[in-house]
Nanobody, 122 residues
Framework: QVHLVETGGGLVQTGDSLRLSCAVS????????MGWFRQAPGREREFVAAISWSGDHSYYADSVKGRFTISRDSAKSAVYLQMNSLKSEDTAVYYC???????????????WGQGTQVTVSS
């Protein structure tokens, strides 16, 4: 069973940058397409970004396109989310997601981490 652990969250100010990491263990990393989701208080979990098994293709929500970058490192079995030009509306718990069969872009994704809090203060 794949295990996902997110790190890197914290409290930052508007305009700052933050890099989230997701360590993957328990199964073959390259077998999984990876993604990031977030959930703000009182709102549903929403898609942020995803990356294909090989890393050749990446996908972004319109709200983060041009500011966030997803990447993966097979040698470290990790996926990253570089977040630049952060806004107060980016405040949320960020979740790492993994799926063997499809790009994780919906809540039907198979595997989830426990989440890491990102708070952007204005």
């Amino acid at each position: 069973q794949v295990h996902l652990v997110e790190t890197g969250g914290g409290l930052v100010q508007t305009g700052d940058s933050l890099r989230l990491s997701c360590a993957v263990s328990g199964d073959t990393f390259k077998s999984y397409a990876m993604g990031w989701f977030r959930q703000a208080p009182g709102r549903e979990r929403e898609f942020v970004a995803a990356i294909s098994w090989s890393g050749d293709h990446s996908y972004y929500a319109d709200s983060v396109k041009g500011r966030f970058t997803i990447s993966r490192d097979s040698a470290k079995s990790a996926v990253y989310l570089q977040m630049n030009s952060l806004k107060s509306e980016d405040t949320a718990v960020y979740y790492c997601a993994a799926d063997r069969l499809s790009i994780p872009r919906t809540g039907l994704t198979a595997h989830w981490g426990q989440g890491t809090q990102v708070t952007v203060s204005s």
